[in-house]
DNA sequence: CGTTAATTTGATCGGCGTCAAGATGCGTGG
DNA sequence: CCACGCATCTTGACGCCGATCAAATTAACG
């Protein structure tokens, strides 16, 4: 069901676009280069929270960049239990897959804003243009980096571990003015994590009475020692 | 310790080289693609059993691909906990980081002969040959796709469906004549699933006692019902 | 302010890890 | 060809971490 809603049909080329600020982001940002040469189209829809996107095994016809709100993308068994892959926040690009098909489903998180441009473009881009080439490459090298480090943490560690390494990694991509404002329940970050929302709630209330972290609600939280956390990743 | 013998110092451009024949392997090899371009220079290496081929944030100076043997490619934690990525067999192409640096460490599992070409060469192939930078994305996109597969494994699978997956993927990448002769120990099989080797060796004995499979030696195994063990993989 | 989702917390269970012992296989040298 | 030594693999007993089941509390939202 794309119900989704067209906000801007398209982007005037002179239109330098503002990606959101992100510690993380590169200083030049990779989707900025492939969306704005000659022939390629970038429009912006909006998603609301728990809408898909783009389901597994669906052909890949876009390539997505975050504008504002957070996006989850997943694997499923076929009796439901979920892996998460990646969170993607403000900034990250998404759907870039070298196949025809879609091999995650992705859903907003929250109410979401995404630039978008067509996956023909950008192949027809990357045949003339070396540097949208290498950033098609160098973009999922990067995801792969990412499920490198993951597939450690979804293996090896142990759950208090496990929610370390999150929270190390949330605090590097959203912490603003001290404060880390999640997007995503428990159980999104269980089946990020390999873990139940049960078993997440005990790590975080287990780290609160440490003095570790502070809520000033369940999703804002304040890294009080990123010295002991990082201490507890293995 | 850079102990290997070199077998071959160059390939000779007029020599058609000739991949190993693997069911997995795509009809075009895209090693043979990038390796024979002009100005790259490929090599062949040899190393011996649990012999270091890279380590872990080295500079990333070659991309290889498997000739005879077979290579783990892996990270540790610091206190020596270790999640294997990915088994690489005669055919496979590994050690292609698009950064400067590797990001897991390489080994050969057994005696392994490989090829190399520099990666600097790629790098400048794939500025001027649209084909190569195509291959070079395409590879990475490859690594990613079993990455993602994986972690759905890791996180949520159970240590029966581990193992159901893990033998139906060497079943796919390595049998012949109806065999299928397993170059890892049961370490090594518990790493790659985030299992201990008992669990391993206890699913391994169970799948035997249903005569879903049959050991001729430990490591030379026979699927007998390949639908069964499919439906234990959820 | 009522309704429902999200989160926390407690009690119990079980799958897989840990520890241990034996069995099997294989390479090496006599 | 056989004996030995070592690595690998199997199997058993037991324990623990995280899952499951359940219920209370808090937060979000119309």
Redesign the pocket.
């Known amino acids: 069901m794309l119900t989704q809603t067209i906000t801007a049909p398209a982007v005037s080329p002179a239109k330098v676009f503002s990606a959101p600020r992100t510690q993380g982001v590169p200083a030049v940002d990779q989707f900025n280069v492939i969306a704005t040469c000659a022939g390629v189209i970038a429009s912006e829809f909006s998603y609301r929270k728990d809408e898909e996107i783009y389901g597994e095994g669906e052909p890949s016809e876009y390539v997505y960049q975050v504008v504002r709100g957070a996006v989850r993308t997943y694997k499923l068994l076929t009796d439901g239990r979920r892996q998460i892959g990646a969170f993607h926040l403000p900034g990250d690009v998404f759907g870039l897959d070298a196949g025809s098909a879609h091999r995650l489903t992705a859903e907003a998180i929250a109410d979401t804003t995404v630039r978008l441009v067509k996956r023909r473009s950008l192949e027809a881009a990357a045949g003339s243009n070396v540097q949208v080439a290498h950033n098609l490459w160098t973009m999922t090298a990067s995801d792969l980096r990412h499920a490198e480090d993951h597939m450690l943490l979804l293996g090896r560690k142990?759950?208090?571990e496990k929610v370390a390494t999150f929270l190390l990694e949330m605090d590097r991509r959203l912490t603003r003015a001290g404060m880390m404002a999640l997007p995503m329940?428990?159980?999104d970050i269980g089946d990020y994590l390999?873990?139940?929302?049960?078993?997440v709630?005990?790590a975080?209330?287990q780290l609160s009475d440490q003095g570790i972290l502070a809520?000033s609600?369940?999703?804002q939280i304040v890294l009080r020692n990123r010295q002991r956390l990082a201490d507890m990743d293995a």
Do not use: D
């Open positions: 142990t759950a208090m329940c428990r159980r390999g873990l139940t929302l049960e078993t709630s005990r975080l209330s809520f609600s369940a999703r």
